[in-house]
């Protein structure tokens, strides 16, 4: 038997809301199904799942909140498979309990963090954690919550408090009530005022500021900036595009993605994570791709293998994650596999970007807009469009010399487009 | 197609891609990515968007006679005169 605990979509994410689930008790899951959706500071994300199995049994019920790390469903798997998995979670608890302060990305996110978070609690938390995850305890609720808990005609032991002892608070039984009324839920954008709007745009906010405070107090990041000629790309881009309807049109930033995904390919070192106090680069290269809300704020879902893509499947996958980050709908792994993260800040106007890396990848990748500047080549000069690449780089992980490495290859694979 | 029509097309793709915008106040010569922050992916939504409602499949070329509301309408009355 496998505890599927509430999953850390990010090193900002303390706690979900269960929305809803997307399986009941007996049926067959399959590694990578959306066992449910769960709502965050980042809005609505679909779960996805990590064993094949058998929902044994739903430990939560939509409008729960609870913290990252509590089980939520059981789940029966079979054989050879579980003993692996009993190995592997033994493996990340004895690593969780060695180690403190860190998160692991690797092997199974979701379920090594759930663990890791679990023991960092202090005692208070933890023991309202048992209460939560028990569900046995009995509900304090305050007289205005009561009231408006029968008002809206909801069920108070579906209610999780945040009150102390777990009182359940007016403001908990409004998010309950939104929250467990998936119709009505709201897509983020849709959001722009009244509390709700506002609540969102606070954790969101709150989420940034976790995740961008921990990267400029941990991460000593250095920074590199080259400007790359872009004209043989463009040029090539321009003439590819006039032979497609608008529908399959390419984007030049899908250039500078699967650009940046190869040049990875050559320095892998930049592509990974600082975690437990060591340099851990990956294999695999999921360029979170940094998307602006346009009420405010931003998420970087990953687009999974960038490097091993055509141009056009990463144009579809770029799309796709766009919409879905704009109207809800990413998946967990989106929120939690990129191993490198890419800006395009371009597009919005200005000429260079030196941003923060999103802590534990030890990377971040700018560029700005692509503008017509002097350029000299042989002796010449000439007008050309050119791109500024930014750097940033963490000094922990890797030195300015790996870092100019990986420019000066993303600098050779944007002069030969036709082969991206 | 009268250009009334044209323009309560745009309006409806505008609306999808920035739900926000009030488009009763869009200056018709002022620029319009700008003014609805418009990025290149919501631009290219708009074209295809445009080439959806209307058949009109503007080539990339043709990107910049498209900057503003009023050089839209009168590219697209072109069109499709």
Same mark, same amino acid.
């Given at each position: 038997?496998?505890?599927?605990r509430?999953?850390s979509?990010?090193?900002?994410m303390?706690?979900?809301?269960?929305?809803?689930?997307?399986?009941?008790?007996?049926?067959h899951v399959?590694?990578?199904?959306?066992?449910?959706?769960?709502?965050?500071?980042k809005?609505?994300?679909?779960?996805?799942?990590?064993?094949?199995?058998?929902?044994?049994k739903?430990?939560?019920?939509?409008?729960?909140e609870?913290?990252?790390?509590?089980?939520?469903?059981?789940?029966?798997?079979?054989?050879?498979q579980e003993?692996?998995?009993?190995?592997?979670?033994?493996?990340?608890?004895?690593g969780?309990?060695?180690?403190?302060?860190?998160e692991?990305?690797?092997?199974?996110?979701?379920?090594?963090i759930a663990?890791?978070?679990?023991?960092?609690?202090?005692e208070?938390?933890?023991?309202?954690?048992?209460?939560?995850?028990?569900g046995?305890?009995?509900?304090?609720?305050?007289?205005?919550?009561?009231?408006?808990a029968e008002?809206?005609?909801?069920?108070?032991?579906?209610?999780?408090?945040?009150?102390p002892?777990?009182?359940?608070?007016?403001?908990?039984?409004e998010?309950?009530?939104?929250?467990?009324?998936?119709?009505?839920?709201?897509?983020?954008?849709q959001?722009p005022?009244?509390p709700?709007?506002?609540?969102f745009?606070?954790?969101?906010?709150?989420?940034?500021?976790?995740?961008?405070?921990?990267?400029?107090?941990?991460i000593?990041?250095y920074?590199?900036?080259?400007?790359?000629?872009?004209?043989?790309?463009?040029?090539?881009l321009t003439?590819?595009?006039?032979?497609?309807?608008?529908?399959?049109?390419?984007?030049?930033?899908?250039?500078?993605?699967?650009?940046?995904?190869?040049?990875?390919?050559?320095?892998?070192?930049l592509?990974?994570?600082?975690?437990e106090?060591?340099?851990?680069?990956?294999?695999?290269?999921?360029?979170?791709?940094a998307?602006?809300?346009?009420?405010?704020?931003?998420?970087?879902?990953?687009?999974?293998?960038?490097?091993?893509?055509?141009?056009?499947?990463?144009m579809?996958?770029?799309?796709?994650l766009?919409?879905?980050?704009?109207?809800?709908g990413?998946r967990?792994s989106?929120?939690?596999?990129?191993?490198?993260?890419?800006?395009?800040?371009g597009?919005?106007?200005?000429e260079?970007?030196?941003g923060?890396?999103?802590?534990?990848?030890?990377?971040?990748?700018?560029?700005?807009?692509?503008?017509?500047?002097?350029?000299?080549?042989?002796?010449?000069?000439?007008?050309?469009?050119?791109?500024?690449?930014t750097?940033?780089?963490?000094h922990?992980?890797?030195?300015?010399?790996?870092?100019?490495q990986?420019?000066n290859?993303?600098?050779?694979y944007?002069?030969?487009?036709?082969?991206? | 197609?009268?250009?009334?029509?044209?323009?309560?097309?745009i309006?409806?793709?505008?609306?999808?891609?920035?739900?926000?915008?009030?488009?009763?106040?869009?200056?018709?010569?002022? /620029?319009?990515?700008?003014?609805?922050?418009?990025?290149?992916?919501?631009?290219? !939504?708009l074209?295809?968007? #445009?080439?959806? @409602? %209307?058949?009109? /499949?503007?080539?990339?070329?043709?990107?910049?006679?498209?900057?503003?509301?009023? !050089?839209?309408?009168?590219? #697209?009355?072109? @069109? %499709?005169g």
């Amino acid at each position: 038997m496998v505890e599927f605990r509430m999953p850390s979509l990010g090193t900002d994410m303390k706690k979900g809301t269960l929305v809803e689930w997307k399986v009941k008790p007996g049926d067959h899951v399959k590694r990578g199904d959306i066992i449910a959706e769960v709502e965050t500071e980042k809005g609505v994300i679909e779960i996805e799942v990590f064993v094949d199995g058998i929902i044994e049994k739903l430990l939560i019920q939509p409008g729960d909140e609870v913290l990252v790390g509590t089980p939520i469903a059981l789940i029966r798997t079979e054989g050879q498979q579980e003993t692996e998995i009993k190995a592997a979670a033994a493996e990340q608890d004895e690593g969780a309990q060695v180690k403190e302060g860190t998160e692991s990305p690797l092997q199974y996110k979701a379920c090594s963090i759930a663990a890791h978070r679990a023991k960092e609690q202090p005692e208070q938390t933890r023991e309202k954690l048992r209460a939560e995850a028990g569900g046995e305890k009995r509900i304090k609720v305050s007289p205005a919550a009561r009231k408006r808990a029968e008002e809206l005609g909801l069920d108070l032991t579906t209610v999780r408090g945040t009150g102390p002892d777990g009182a359940i608070s007016l403001a908990d039984v409004e998010k309950a009530a939104i929250a467990g009324k998936p119709a009505e839920r709201k897509a983020a954008w849709q959001i722009p005022t009244g509390p709700e709007g506002a609540d969102f745009q606070l954790g969101m906010r709150r989420a940034i500021a976790a995740a961008m405070g921990r990267s400029n107090r941990e991460i000593p990041h250095y920074y590199l900036e080259t400007r790359i000629d872009l004209s043989r790309a463009v040029r090539w881009l321009t003439e590819e595009n006039k032979k497609r309807s608008v529908k399959d049109r390419i984007l030049p930033v899908v250039l500078l993605l699967k650009a940046t995904a190869l040049a990875l390919t050559e320095v892998p070192a930049l592509n990974g994570y600082w975690i437990e106090d060591r340099h851990q680069p990956v294999e695999a290269i999921h360029v979170g791709f940094a998307i602006a809300l346009r009420q405010g704020g931003l998420i970087a879902p990953a687009i999974h293998h960038a490097d091993l893509k055509s141009l056009d499947e990463l144009m579809v996958d770029m799309k796709d994650l766009i919409t879905r980050t704009r109207s809800g709908g990413l998946r967990s792994s989106e929120m939690t596999d990129a191993t490198v993260t890419l800006t395009n800040l371009g597009d919005l106007g200005v000429e260079s970007a030196f941003g923060l890396i999103y802590p534990p990848q030890v990377a971040l990748v700018s560029f700005g807009r692509i503008t017509d500047q002097p350029w000299v080549e042989n002796g010449m000069i000439g007008i050309r469009p050119v791109v500024s690449a930014t750097l940033a780089g963490d000094h922990r992980a890797t030195d300015g010399r790996t870092g100019s490495q990986f420019l000066n290859a993303l600098h050779r694979y944007l002069q030969e487009a036709e082969r991206l | 197609m009268r250009e009334e029509e044209i323009r309560d097309i745009i309006f409806d793709i505008l609306l999808e891609i920035a739900p926000e915008a009030d488009l009763k106040t869009l200056p018709h010569h002022g /620029d319009l990515r700008k003014t609805l922050d418009i990025d290149s992916f919501d631009f290219l !939504n708009l074209m295809i968007g #445009l080439n959806e @409602r %209307l058949g009109v /499949d503007i080539p990339e070329s043709d990107y910049e006679k498209l900057n503003t509301l009023s !050089n839209m309408l009168t590219y #697209l009355s072109a @069109r %499709l005169g």
